[in-house]
Protein backbone atom coordinates (compact mmCIF):
# COMPACT_ATOMS: atom_id res chain seq x y z
CA UNK A 1 0.00 0.00 0.00
CA UNK A 2 1.18 3.22 -1.18
CA UNK A 3 1.14 5.46 2.39
CA UNK A 4 1.99 8.84 0.67
CA UNK A 5 -0.43 11.46 1.43
CA UNK A 6 1.10 13.87 -0.64
CA UNK A 7 3.61 16.66 0.38
CA UNK A 8 3.98 19.21 3.20
CA UNK A 9 4.18 21.95 -0.05
CA UNK A 10 0.81 20.94 -0.74
CA UNK A 11 -0.73 23.05 2.62
CA UNK A 12 2.36 25.42 3.25
CA UNK A 13 3.87 27.62 1.28
CA UNK A 14 6.51 28.22 4.43
CA UNK A 15 7.08 27.64 8.13
CA UNK A 16 9.06 29.83 10.73
CA UNK A 17 10.09 28.28 13.88
CA UNK A 18 11.15 29.01 17.47
CA UNK A 19 10.91 28.48 21.18
CA UNK A 20 9.27 31.79 22.83
CA UNK A 21 11.08 34.46 24.36
CA UNK A 22 9.73 35.95 27.62
CA UNK A 23 9.46 39.65 26.07
CA UNK A 24 6.62 37.59 23.47
CA UNK A 25 5.31 35.69 26.00
CA UNK A 26 5.28 36.61 29.35
CA UNK A 27 2.74 40.04 30.35
CA UNK A 28 5.08 40.82 32.92
CA UNK A 29 7.67 41.34 30.43
CA UNK A 30 6.20 42.69 27.99
CA UNK A 31 2.49 43.90 26.38
CA UNK A 32 3.60 44.63 22.94
CA UNK A 33 1.68 41.74 21.70
CA UNK A 34 4.83 41.30 19.02
CA UNK A 35 7.33 38.53 17.85
CA UNK A 36 10.45 40.55 17.03
CA UNK A 37 13.54 40.54 14.94
CA UNK A 38 11.51 38.21 12.34
CA UNK A 39 13.88 38.92 8.92
CA UNK A 40 12.34 35.77 7.75
CA UNK A 41 8.93 36.87 7.40
CA UNK A 42 9.95 38.71 4.89
CA UNK A 43 10.10 36.09 2.81
CA UNK A 44 7.39 34.13 3.62
CA UNK A 45 4.64 37.41 3.62
CA UNK A 46 6.45 39.43 1.90
CA UNK A 47 8.54 43.04 2.76
CA UNK A 48 6.13 46.04 3.92
CA UNK A 49 7.40 49.04 1.74
CA UNK A 50 6.66 52.52 1.99
CA UNK A 51 5.09 52.15 6.20
CA UNK A 52 2.58 50.06 4.87
CA UNK A 53 1.52 47.07 6.68
CA UNK A 54 0.52 43.84 5.81
CA UNK A 55 -2.52 42.23 7.48
CA UNK A 56 -3.05 38.18 7.42
CA UNK A 57 -6.01 36.48 8.45
CA UNK A 58 -5.05 33.95 10.92
CA UNK A 59 -6.05 30.88 12.79
CA UNK A 60 -4.15 30.64 16.03
CA UNK A 61 -3.72 26.69 17.38
CA UNK A 62 -3.17 25.78 21.29
CA UNK A 63 -1.68 22.61 21.63
CA UNK A 64 -0.47 20.44 24.63
CA UNK A 65 -1.35 16.55 25.58
CA UNK A 66 -4.42 17.80 27.58
CA UNK A 67 -5.98 19.92 25.31
CA UNK A 68 -6.49 21.78 22.26
CA UNK A 69 -8.14 25.13 21.47
CA UNK A 70 -7.93 27.40 18.62
CA UNK A 71 -8.93 31.28 17.61
CA UNK A 72 -9.56 33.22 14.72
CA UNK A 73 -7.47 36.50 14.68
CA UNK A 74 -5.00 38.30 12.56
CA UNK A 75 -1.15 39.09 12.08
CA UNK A 76 0.02 42.64 11.39
CA UNK A 77 3.41 42.76 9.59
CA UNK A 78 5.29 45.84 9.17
CA UNK A 79 8.52 47.66 9.33
CA UNK A 80 8.72 49.57 13.05
CA UNK A 81 11.49 51.75 11.39
CA UNK A 82 10.16 52.15 7.97
CA UNK A 83 10.15 56.07 8.36
CA UNK A 84 14.22 56.11 9.63
CA UNK A 85 16.24 55.97 6.44
CA UNK A 86 19.01 55.96 8.52
CA UNK A 87 18.46 52.83 10.51
CA UNK A 88 18.28 49.03 9.18
CA UNK A 89 14.79 47.83 8.77
CA UNK A 90 13.38 46.52 11.78
CA UNK A 91 10.57 43.69 11.29
CA UNK A 92 7.78 42.79 13.93
CA UNK A 93 4.98 40.91 13.81
CA UNK A 94 2.18 41.97 15.89
CA UNK A 95 -0.63 39.41 17.11
CA UNK A 96 -4.00 39.93 17.84
CA UNK A 97 -4.38 39.05 22.08
CA UNK A 98 -6.77 35.39 22.31
CA UNK A 99 -7.21 32.76 23.83
CA UNK A 100 -4.31 30.77 22.50
CA UNK A 101 -1.80 33.96 23.03
CA UNK A 102 -3.22 34.29 26.01
CA UNK A 103 -1.76 30.67 27.10
CA UNK A 104 1.49 30.72 25.87
CA UNK A 105 4.95 30.32 27.89
CA UNK A 106 8.48 31.16 27.33
CA UNK A 107 10.40 28.03 25.62
CA UNK A 108 6.94 26.95 24.29
CA UNK A 109 7.43 26.26 20.61
CA UNK A 110 6.01 28.52 18.11
CA UNK A 111 5.46 27.83 14.41
CA UNK A 112 3.84 29.96 12.03
CA UNK A 113 2.82 28.68 8.60
CA UNK A 114 1.62 30.13 5.56
CA UNK A 115 -0.78 28.38 3.80
CA UNK A 116 -1.96 28.04 -0.48
CA UNK A 117 -4.68 30.59 0.76
CA UNK A 118 -1.68 33.26 1.60
CA UNK A 119 -3.33 33.20 5.48
CA UNK A 120 -1.57 32.12 8.28
CA UNK A 121 -1.41 29.29 10.87
CA UNK A 122 -0.12 30.03 14.65
CA UNK A 123 0.74 26.98 16.10
CA UNK A 124 1.09 27.26 20.04
CA UNK A 125 2.90 23.50 21.25
CA UNK A 126 3.30 23.19 24.78
CA UNK A 127 7.50 22.65 26.03
CA UNK A 128 7.84 19.44 26.26
CA UNK A 129 4.86 18.27 25.30
CA UNK A 130 4.48 14.56 23.07
CA UNK A 131 2.01 16.57 20.48
CA UNK A 132 5.25 19.11 20.01
CA UNK A 133 7.11 15.98 19.26
CA UNK A 134 5.06 15.17 16.48
CA UNK A 135 4.88 18.19 14.95
CA UNK A 136 8.49 18.50 14.77
CA UNK A 137 9.01 15.06 13.32
CA UNK A 138 6.55 16.03 10.81
CA UNK A 139 8.40 18.92 9.80
CA UNK A 140 11.85 17.40 9.90
CA UNK A 141 13.20 19.13 12.70
CA UNK A 142 14.05 18.22 16.23
CA UNK A 143 13.96 19.89 20.03
CA UNK A 144 17.16 22.04 19.68
CA UNK A 145 14.99 24.62 18.08
CA UNK A 146 16.34 27.76 19.65
CA UNK A 147 14.56 30.66 21.63
CA UNK A 148 14.20 33.95 19.82
CA UNK A 149 15.40 33.39 16.48
CA UNK A 150 13.60 32.30 13.80
CA UNK A 151 14.29 28.82 11.70
CA UNK A 152 12.72 29.71 8.27
CA UNK A 153 11.82 26.11 6.09
CA UNK A 154 11.41 27.45 2.44
CA UNK A 155 8.66 25.66 -0.02
CA UNK A 156 11.33 23.92 -1.90
CA UNK A 157 11.99 21.96 1.81
CA UNK A 158 8.94 21.04 2.19
CA UNK A 159 8.38 19.99 -1.00
CA UNK A 160 10.96 16.76 -0.54
CA UNK A 161 8.93 15.54 2.53
CA UNK A 162 6.13 13.41 1.92
CA UNK A 163 3.62 12.95 4.59
CA UNK A 164 3.30 9.33 6.03
CA UNK A 165 -0.43 7.95 6.71
CA UNK A 166 1.02 8.36 10.80
CA UNK A 167 0.96 11.93 10.32
CA UNK A 168 -2.43 12.47 8.89
CA UNK A 169 -4.04 13.60 12.03
CA UNK A 170 -1.56 15.43 13.33
CA UNK A 171 -2.41 17.44 10.16
CA UNK A 172 -6.39 17.11 10.91
CA UNK A 173 -5.32 18.73 14.45
CA UNK A 174 -4.19 21.69 12.39
CA UNK A 175 -7.08 21.74 10.93
CA UNK A 176 -5.61 20.32 7.02
CA UNK A 177 -7.92 17.49 5.53
CA UNK A 178 -5.91 15.12 3.75
CA UNK A 179 -7.17 13.51 1.20
CA UNK A 180 -6.63 9.94 1.13
CA UNK A 181 -5.29 7.72 -1.87
CA UNK A 182 -6.75 4.08 -0.53
CA UNK A 183 -9.89 3.15 1.08
CA UNK A 184 -10.60 -0.09 2.45
CA UNK A 185 -14.04 0.57 4.51
CA UNK A 186 -15.79 -1.73 2.32
CA UNK A 187 -14.05 -4.70 2.59
CA UNK A 188 -13.16 -4.19 6.59
CA UNK A 189 -17.45 -3.61 6.90
CA UNK A 190 -17.70 -6.65 5.22
CA UNK A 191 -15.53 -8.47 6.67
CA UNK A 192 -15.93 -7.54 10.27
CA UNK A 193 -19.31 -6.37 10.20
CA UNK A 194 -19.97 -2.54 11.91
CA UNK A 195 -17.75 -3.55 15.31
CA UNK A 196 -13.96 -3.69 15.73
CA UNK A 197 -12.48 -7.50 16.17
CA UNK A 198 -9.92 -8.39 18.56
CA UNK A 199 -6.47 -6.68 17.75
CA UNK A 200 -4.40 -9.62 17.07
CA UNK A 201 -7.07 -10.22 14.17
CA UNK A 202 -6.54 -6.36 13.19
CA UNK A 203 -3.36 -6.16 13.21
CA UNK A 204 -3.12 -9.31 10.98
CA UNK A 205 -5.08 -7.93 8.30
CA UNK A 206 -3.23 -4.26 8.80
CA UNK A 207 0.07 -6.38 7.69
CA UNK A 208 -2.00 -8.24 4.99
CA UNK A 209 -2.22 -4.64 3.04
CA UNK A 210 1.26 -2.99 4.07
CA UNK A 211 4.22 -3.06 2.07
CA UNK A 212 5.75 -5.70 3.42
CA UNK A 213 4.08 -9.24 4.52
CA UNK A 214 7.55 -10.64 6.21
CA UNK A 215 9.65 -9.05 8.56
CA UNK A 216 12.85 -10.01 6.41
CA UNK A 217 11.60 -8.27 3.13
CA UNK A 218 13.43 -4.95 4.67
CA UNK A 219 15.06 -3.20 7.45
CA UNK A 220 12.82 -4.54 11.14
CA UNK A 221 12.52 -0.57 11.35
CA UNK A 222 10.70 0.15 7.81
CA UNK A 223 8.77 -3.17 8.52
CA UNK A 224 7.81 -2.19 12.03
CA UNK A 225 6.91 1.71 10.82
CA UNK A 226 4.63 0.32 7.61
CA UNK A 227 3.05 -2.09 10.06
CA UNK A 228 2.22 0.34 12.80
CA UNK A 229 1.16 3.28 10.59
CA UNK A 230 -0.74 0.60 8.38
CA UNK A 231 -2.59 -0.12 10.97
CA UNK A 232 -3.29 3.09 12.29
CA UNK A 233 -4.09 4.23 8.64
CA UNK A 234 -7.27 1.36 8.63
CA UNK A 235 -8.29 1.90 12.14
CA UNK A 236 -9.13 5.40 11.81
CA UNK A 237 -11.43 5.06 8.65
CA UNK A 238 -13.20 1.95 10.15
CA UNK A 239 -13.50 3.79 13.54
CA UNK A 240 -14.87 6.89 11.77
CA UNK A 241 -17.19 4.85 9.77
CA UNK A 242 -18.55 3.67 13.37
CA UNK A 243 -19.14 6.65 14.83
CA UNK A 244 -20.81 8.12 11.68
CA UNK A 245 -23.65 4.85 12.14
CA UNK A 246 -23.85 5.63 16.16
CA UNK A 247 -24.21 9.15 15.58
CA UNK A 248 -26.90 8.94 13.44
CA UNK A 249 -29.11 7.05 16.09
CA UNK A 250 -28.32 9.88 18.89
CA UNK A 251 -27.91 10.16 21.89
CA UNK A 252 -28.79 10.50 25.42
CA UNK A 253 -26.38 12.98 27.66
CA UNK A 254 -25.43 9.92 30.29
CA UNK A 255 -24.91 7.85 26.71
CA UNK A 256 -23.05 10.15 24.57
CA UNK A 257 -20.02 10.77 27.71
CA UNK A 258 -20.10 6.88 27.92
CA UNK A 259 -19.36 6.68 24.53
CA UNK A 260 -16.84 9.38 23.97
CA UNK A 261 -14.81 7.78 27.04
CA UNK A 262 -15.65 4.09 25.24
CA UNK A 263 -14.04 5.51 21.86
CA UNK A 264 -11.00 7.06 23.98
CA UNK A 265 -10.15 4.21 25.66
CA UNK A 266 -10.29 1.93 22.65
CA UNK A 267 -7.78 4.53 20.71
CA UNK A 268 -5.30 4.22 23.65
CA UNK A 269 -5.10 0.42 24.30
CA UNK A 270 -5.56 -0.53 20.42
CA UNK A 271 -2.81 1.89 19.65
CA UNK A 272 -0.34 0.34 22.78
CA UNK A 273 -1.21 -3.52 21.45
CA UNK A 274 -1.18 -3.16 18.03
CA UNK A 275 2.83 -1.80 18.44
CA UNK A 276 3.24 -5.31 20.56
CA UNK A 277 1.63 -7.56 18.32
CA UNK A 278 3.68 -6.01 15.42
CA UNK A 279 6.97 -6.24 17.44
CA UNK A 280 6.26 -9.68 18.46
CA UNK A 281 5.61 -10.34 14.61
CA UNK A 282 9.34 -9.26 13.63
CA UNK A 283 10.40 -11.64 16.39
CA UNK A 284 8.57 -14.47 15.13
CA UNK A 285 9.68 -14.11 11.23
CA UNK A 286 13.52 -13.49 12.67
CA UNK A 287 13.08 -16.91 14.44
CA UNK A 288 14.15 -15.48 18.02
CA UNK A 289 12.97 -16.84 21.56
CA UNK A 290 10.79 -14.63 23.71
CA UNK A 291 7.63 -14.80 26.15
CA UNK A 292 4.70 -11.61 25.98
CA UNK A 293 3.47 -10.36 28.93
CA UNK A 294 4.90 -13.37 30.97
CA UNK A 295 4.41 -13.09 35.38
CA UNK A 296 7.44 -12.55 37.34
CA UNK A 297 8.34 -11.27 40.83
CA UNK A 298 5.65 -9.67 42.40
CA UNK A 299 3.02 -9.98 39.78
CA UNK A 300 5.09 -7.75 37.09
CA UNK A 301 4.24 -8.49 33.74
CA UNK A 302 7.12 -7.32 31.20
CA UNK A 303 6.01 -6.84 27.97
CA UNK A 304 8.61 -9.31 26.06
CA UNK A 305 11.11 -11.43 27.94
CA UNK A 306 14.12 -12.95 26.03
CA UNK A 307 14.80 -15.96 25.48
CA UNK A 308 12.04 -16.66 27.53
CA UNK A 309 10.26 -17.08 31.11
CA UNK A 310 11.35 -20.53 31.41
CA UNK A 311 15.14 -18.85 31.16
CA UNK A 312 14.42 -16.40 34.10
CA UNK A 313 12.94 -18.61 36.54
CA UNK A 314 16.65 -20.62 35.75
CA UNK A 315 18.21 -19.56 38.77
CA UNK A 316 21.73 -20.73 36.86
CA UNK A 317 20.73 -19.48 33.31
CA UNK A 318 23.32 -16.32 32.75
CA UNK A 319 21.97 -13.23 33.43
CA UNK A 320 23.52 -11.43 30.97
CA UNK A 321 21.73 -13.24 28.86
CA UNK A 322 18.39 -12.42 29.89
CA UNK A 323 16.64 -9.19 28.20
CA UNK A 324 13.61 -7.37 28.82
CA UNK A 325 11.92 -5.06 26.16
CA UNK A 326 9.02 -2.84 27.18
CA UNK A 327 6.67 -1.12 24.73
CA UNK A 328 5.03 2.14 24.78
CA UNK A 329 3.24 4.38 21.93
CA UNK A 330 4.41 7.25 23.77
CA UNK A 331 6.32 7.68 26.76
CA UNK A 332 5.41 10.34 28.66
CA UNK A 333 6.21 9.47 32.85
CA UNK A 334 4.99 5.66 31.95
CA UNK A 335 8.57 4.50 31.03
CA UNK A 336 9.34 3.81 34.74
CA UNK A 337 7.01 1.71 35.16
CA UNK A 338 9.62 -0.44 32.96
CA UNK A 339 12.02 -0.37 35.71
CA UNK A 340 10.44 -2.71 38.29
CA UNK A 341 9.76 -5.21 35.94
CA UNK A 342 12.00 -8.61 35.42
CA UNK A 343 14.38 -7.66 38.06
CA UNK A 344 16.96 -9.85 36.74
CA UNK A 345 17.46 -7.93 33.95
CA UNK A 346 19.68 -4.99 34.90
CA UNK A 347 19.54 -3.38 31.31
CA UNK A 348 16.36 -3.20 30.34
CA UNK A 349 15.41 -1.76 26.57
CA UNK A 350 11.76 0.07 25.89
CA UNK A 351 10.77 0.61 22.74
CA UNK A 352 8.23 3.41 21.44
CA UNK A 353 7.30 5.36 18.20
CA UNK A 354 7.40 8.56 20.21
CA UNK A 355 9.95 11.09 18.46
CA UNK A 356 12.10 14.10 20.38
CA UNK A 357 11.65 13.23 24.09
CA UNK A 358 13.29 15.70 25.85
CA UNK A 359 16.85 15.69 26.85
CA UNK A 360 16.20 15.46 30.47
CA UNK A 361 13.82 12.02 30.16
CA UNK A 362 16.64 10.32 28.40
CA UNK A 363 18.97 11.35 30.58
CA UNK A 364 17.58 10.18 33.56
CA UNK A 365 16.27 6.78 30.93
CA UNK A 366 20.38 5.90 30.79
CA UNK A 367 21.00 6.98 34.72
CA UNK A 368 18.41 3.91 35.44
CA UNK A 369 20.20 1.47 32.64
CA UNK A 370 17.15 1.68 30.29
CA UNK A 371 18.10 1.77 26.64
CA UNK A 372 15.31 3.34 24.19
CA UNK A 373 14.66 1.80 21.47
CA UNK A 374 13.54 4.04 18.37
CA UNK A 375 12.31 2.88 14.33
CA UNK A 376 15.63 4.84 12.98
CA UNK A 377 13.71 7.20 10.51
CA UNK A 378 12.23 8.83 13.73
CA UNK A 379 15.40 8.75 15.04
CA UNK A 380 15.89 12.80 13.39
CA UNK A 381 13.34 14.04 15.81
CA UNK A 382 16.01 13.83 18.67
CA UNK A 383 18.70 15.83 19.15
CA UNK A 384 22.38 15.03 17.58
CA UNK A 385 23.10 13.96 20.99
CA UNK A 386 20.23 11.91 21.83
CA UNK A 387 20.90 10.16 18.76
CA UNK A 388 23.91 8.83 19.01
CA UNK A 389 22.43 6.73 22.07
CA UNK A 390 19.41 5.87 20.49
CA UNK A 391 19.29 1.99 19.23
CA UNK A 392 17.22 1.06 16.04
CA UNK A 393 15.20 -1.78 15.87
CA UNK A 394 17.64 -3.47 14.32
CA UNK A 395 20.14 -2.63 16.33
CA UNK A 396 17.87 -4.10 19.05
CA UNK A 397 17.27 -7.02 17.36
CA UNK A 398 21.52 -7.84 16.95
CA UNK A 399 21.57 -7.80 20.77
CA UNK A 400 19.25 -10.56 20.95
CA UNK A 401 20.44 -12.89 18.24
CA UNK A 402 23.83 -12.35 19.57
CA UNK A 403 22.58 -13.30 22.60
CA UNK A 404 20.82 -16.32 21.75
CA UNK A 405 23.47 -17.60 19.28
CA UNK A 406 25.36 -18.41 22.84
CA UNK A 407 22.02 -20.55 24.63
CA UNK A 408 23.21 -24.27 24.83
CA UNK A 409 19.73 -25.95 24.54
Known amino acids: MNWNQGRLSDYFKGICVKRLSATESDPNTSHGHEFQGVRSFVELFGKPEGGYKITIPTRFLYLDDEAHFAANGELTFYDSRWNNPNRAAEYRLYYTSNRVTESMYTDDCLLIAKDNNNEAIVIVAKAESSILSDIL ?9 KTGKFRFIHSEELDIRPIPACAIWILETLGIKCETKEDYLIEMQERFGFCFPDTATFSAFARSKSNYKHAMDASADEVLFDWYNTEDYLFRIFE ?12 TPDSFVSYALSVLNRRKSRAGQSLENHIAQVFIDNKLIFSRTPITEAKSKPDFLFPSIKYYLDVDFPEELLHMLGVKTTCKDRWRQVLVEAKRVSNKHLLTMQGAISVNQTKEMQMHNLQLVVPKMIHSSYTHEQQEWLWSVDDFLVELKNSQAKIIT
Open 137 to 145: WLFGLNQEI
Open 240 to 251: ESLLAERIERGF
